[in-house]
């Protein structure tokens, strides 16, 4: 599938997949390679958002979105202010919305939001002039997450079309599968889910996936296996009778990954259960891109909010 890039992205909001067609990810994934650049020079700063404010707004807990978020808003030279429910006003009863209308009555050019419920970026996009960016809703989207697992596998496989990636684990409850199923899909890779049956929702088929309750038919021939953490804190009780037992039927083990294709790449989202979901030796052997992909985050972070703010794919590296 050959995809010529579009020039600009259309809307002013980025809150999921969907709406995103072939050539605007193209176009995401191909701003991202030159945002990695600028990480290389000696100086890792732009002045493509001089001017430009950015709240990040991030009512759930966060380390690497969140850090790669406010890196990318330094290297693009805006001005960024970062906003928790600790210490405000979330904490004496302050709904969404009057919290983000007090925020855009700041007048910020974007709005890059975490929240623990499914579709809150996409009703805030709805009702505020700034640019909204979804860092993750609830089990729902990523939408960030996925584009940055592509720019790793494209820059390390050379494609996405016609790859065959599997995803295992706590399918129910990630809000990285439904990003990544739409965006590899989208862009002609086969994707293959798998998990224990009280962790996979019944619309991984209706998406179009090839759906797997061994671990083993997933991964066997796949390019890229990329594995989902165990969240128990969605979950309310355990799905599956003992983590001990989830590791001896569901983790990455070497033995396990011998199954998959030669050279296949390693993947996990973070944060890593180590023996739980995956193997040591398997998180940190010479097929793992775990690092690699948050290293491009922060490109992929830098892309969108270049391009959101009317970046044309040819962004200032001077």
């Known amino acids: 599938m050959s995809v010529a890039p579009a020039r600009r992205l259309r809307g002013k909001d980025l809150v999921g997949i969907d709406p995103l067609t072939a050539p605007e990810i193209q176009l995401i994934l191909d701003t991202a390679d030159e945002m ?9 700063k732009v002045p493509a958002l001089r001017g430009k404010t950015v709240v990040n707004l991030f009512l759930e807990p966060s ?9 990318a808003e330094k290297r693009l030279s805006a001005d960024s202010l970062s906003f928790s429910s600790s210490g405000t006003s979330v904490e004496k009863g302050e709904t969404l919305l009057d919290t983000a209308r007090n925020l855009e009555a700041m007048q910020p050019d974007f709005i890059v939001m975490r929240h623990r419920y499914a579709g809150s970026p996409h009703w ?9 960016i979804n860092a993750g809703d609830g089990a729902h989207e990523h939408p960030t997450q996925a584009l940055l697992d592509a720019m790793t596998i494209r820059r390390r496989l050379g494609r996405l079309e016609g790859l065959t990636v599997a995803i295992v684990g706590d399918l129910e409850h990630s809000r990285v599968v439904r990003s990544n199923v739409l965006l590899l899909q989208r862009m002609g890779a086969t994707v293959r889910v798998a998990g224990p049956p009280s962790l996979v929702p019944a619309q991984m088929e209706a998406m179009g996936c090839e759906v797997h309750h061994r671990m083993e038919d997933a991964i066997a021939g796949a390019d890229v296996v990329m594995m989902l953490r165990i969240q128990l804190e969605r979950q309310g009780k355990m799905n599956f009778p003992t983590v001990r037992e989830y590791y001896d039927f569901f983790a990455l083990t070497p ?11 390693v993947m996990h989202p973070g944060p890593m259960n180590r023996g739980v979901e995956i193997d040591s030796r398997v998180a940190d052997g010479p097929q793992s891109v775990i690092l690699e992909q948050v290293t491009n985050g922060v490109a992929v972070r830098m892309a969108v909010l270049y391009l959101l703010a009317g970046g044309n794919g040819e962004p200032t590296a001077d």
């Open 124 to 132: 805030l996009a709805k009702l505020l002039k700034s640019s909204v």
């Open 63 to 71: 380390t690497r979105t969140r850090f790669s978020f406010e890196m």
């Open 36 to 44: 990695a650049k600028i990480a290389e020079r000696p100086i890792k």
């Open 255 to 265: 033995e396990r990954l011998r199954l998959a294709k030669r050279g296949c790449l």
